[in-house]
């Protein structure tokens, strides 16, 4: 089996867990190798599986470095929340690693959400696993004009809006209001950011939905943000948002559940009275 182990250029992980994360999987009879997010060389052909070790940008990161192959993702934990992550290596006997190595986990694909119309940056992929956002740059708020599918919304007058994926609902989307989703759910949310309306709410659509976004600002721009790239645009700048052609192959130990990621990481339900 080979597994690359990626991290991020300027990430600062534990050393020493890594180490025996490496150490424990090779082994175990793993061909495994090192890649972080600053390579320009794509992965083997015959990539089996590939650990994304840090937090839950470090997984953004990685699906990104993928560029849509589909290759399944597992993120091992060496962040803080690391609620897309799978397992952590801890003092414990890590027996997930077997269970990685033994091909002992089940795959989620994950939808993606392509972004279209605007100019990207170099080095941006289209593809968002958590979220678009479009937000003010300066004091003043956006007047934001959204559509679906041909059909335009009330306009927003709002410190911005994001379009997020089910994954994403409990990433940016979750602090501002949005609904939480099941991650296999094919949908997408639309959430406004401080809106100036009491009457605005967020809105989940069909997954196949075509989302078209547009803004006027005082400041004469804005700040778009695909995952974890955020760059500026023009308000005569137009973004479509769609669901992306493929999807991202998220790795799942037989002992995970999204809701006990939600009591376990988010704390759903915490409540005193609950322990007695």
Not at 38 to 55: I, K, R, V
Not at 164 to 186: D, F, K, N, Q, R
Request: net charge negative; with cysteine.
């Amino acid at each position: 089996m080979k597994i690359a182990l990626f991290r991020r250029e300027d990430s600062h992980i534990d050393e020493k867990k890594s180490d025996y994360l490496a150490g424990r999987l090779t082994a175990l009879g793993a061909d495994i190798y090192h890649c972080t997010s600053a390579d320009s060389t794509p992965l083997p052909e015959d990539t089996d599986l590939l650990l994304s070790l840090g937090g839950d940008g470090t997984f953004l990161a990685a699906v990104d470095f993928l560029k849509g192959r589909q290759i399944p993702v597992a993120g091992i934990n060496f962040g803080r929340l690391g609620f897309l992550t799978t397992a952590r290596v801890d003092e414990g006997e890590n027996s997930w690693i077997e269970d990685l190595v033994g091909k002992r986990f089940d795959i989620e694909p994950r939808l993606l959400l392509q972004v279209a119309g605007v100019e990207l940056p170099e080095g941006v992929h289209p593809y968002c696993l958590n979220e678009f956002t479009l937000m003010r740059l300066g004091p003043s708020m956006l007047q934001i004009t959204v559509s679906i599918d041909g059909k335009s919304l009330p306009t927003y007058w709002a410190d911005g809006v994001l379009v997020a994926t089910p994954t994403g609902s409990t990433a940016y989307s979750l602090s501002a209001g949005g609904p939480i989703v099941a991650p296999t759910t094919e949908c997408l949310i639309i959430c406004p950011a401080a809106p100036h309306n009491l009457n605005v709410r967020p809105i989940v659509v069909n997954a196949g939905s075509e989302i078209k976004i547009s803004f006027r600002s005082k400041d004469g721009a804005a700040s778009m943000s695909v995952d974890n790239h955020g760059f500026h645009v023009s308000q005569d700048s137009c973004v479509t948002l769609s669901q992306a052609p493929h999807k991202a192959m998220y790795v799942k130990l037989r002992d995970m559940s999204f809701i006990d990621a939600l009591r376990d990481k988010l704390m759903w339900g915490d409540d005193i009275r609950n322990n007695k």
